[in-house]
């Protein structure tokens, strides 16, 4: 299968990266097929999820993946997204969700046979760092303040405090999205 070619562009983004918890215990104790078996009843669910709130899933991450959301109401869909996301694997599996939002550039990248639709820059960087987050603060959904405040409806969400990300000079603060039927689990950090 051939993958289009997209000229580079800068584009306004919200990304939203999803990891599923446990996962690497599980496998370690299942047959290749269980656990593969495992990733795609998830993808089954996750990836129809993310299209259904108009964005697009750019990677799949071994045991998660990385979708992109650049309509203009971007923050607004990959938030919906994210919180359908985790209401849809509610009971099948745990999962940590980070969102973010800014300037990136998009196109195709790669050589020879190798291409994909490539997304760089630190927006990107960000959203993962920021779902792996999600585990020392007890949250399954974390998000930016960079998307806070391009949300048109803000949710009930709790401020978090700040992680201290490599490369950054500023401190990022994240939010947690109070879930319907969910207790909270928030610790704050320093």
Partial sequence: MSTPHVEPEWAMVTVLFVDIRGFTAFADRSTAREAVDYLNEFFDVAVPVVQRHGGRVNKLLGDGLLALFAAPDHADRALAAATGLLAAVDGRCRVGIGVNSGLVLIGTIGAGNVVELGVVGDPVNVAARVQDATRELGEPLLLTEATRVLLDAEPDMEPCGALELRGK??????????????????KELA
């Fill in 169 to 186: 000079s500023e401190a990022t603060p994240v939010y947690s999205v109070t879930l319907p039927g969910r207790p909270r689990r928030t």
